[in-house]
């Protein structure tokens, strides 16, 4: 990374970390750019260059530790799929316990604030899709380790996906709530180990009536 990236990189967390503790001192919605500016000593163009809307200020940390475990995940072709993704689910839940105060505030303020509320639902769906990709793109190229077709790949993918979100979500909402003796990783690898040995009650199908 140039200076000049480094530079810019120094900026932005700056801007981010202020922008937190002017929403924890004073809300959300009483917070405007032109304070967040002036505490982090930009003007409000150099913001919006960095972060179009506060949602994103809000958004930055949690967004950032689920794209950058993404782009880990794409860098492993040598693991199998199962884990591999439990790599993604521990790297996420390493960074979301580096800064507990950070995400828990991020949860209050989309508790308490719709913008932030679907801004998170549309950063979680976003990644959902992109892992989305990157599952299909591996099933279909290792066809030894799972032999699918077709709509089946895209399937099985979305599935996939969508399941390790929600060891992600469901895990960072227990240890937001239960803070004092909690540990993220142990409560994901709990509940894969329950998802994988069938703990989890889970709706079945009638073969006979498909």
């Known amino acids: 990374m140039g200076l000049r990236e480094v530079k810019r990189e120094r900026t932005r967390r700056l801007i981010s970390d202020k922008a937190f503790e ?3 001192d004073r809300g959300f919605g009483r917070t405007t750019v032109e304070q967040i500016a002036a505490a982090a000593e ?8 960095y972060y179009p809307t506060k949602e994103r200020l809000v958004l930055e940390f949690v967004e950032g530790s689920l794209f950058e475990a993404l782009d880990w995940f794409r860098e492993q072709t040598q693991l199998s799929l ?3 993704l439990q790599g993604v689910v521990e790297r ?3 960074q979301m316990e580096s800064n507990p105060d950070r995400v828990r505030t991020v949860y209050e303020l989309a508790g308490q604030t719709p913008s932030v509320s679907a801004h998170l639902a549309d950063v979680i769906w976003r990644w959902r899709d992109e892992l ?3 599952l299909t793109t591996r099933l279909t190229a290792d066809s030894s380790d799972q032999p699918l077709a077709g709509a089946s790949v895209a399937f099985t993918a979305a599935l996939a996906a ?3 979100m929600n060891v992600i979500e469901v895990t960072v ?3 937001v709530d239960n803070p004092a003796g909690t540990d993220a990783k142990e409560l994901a690898r709990e509940a894969m180990c329950l998802l994988r040995g069938g703990g989890i009650p889970l709706p079945t199908v009638d073969p006979t009536q498909l």
């Open 173 to 175: 909402q227990t240890w």
């Open 82 to 84: 199962p884990d591999g």
């Open 22 to 24: 002017l929403f924890t």
């Open 132 to 134: 989305t990709a990157e």
């Open 42 to 49: 930009v003007g409000p163009s150099t913001l919006y260059r």
């Open 162 to 164: 969508g399941i390790t």
């Open 92 to 94: 996420v839940l390493d």
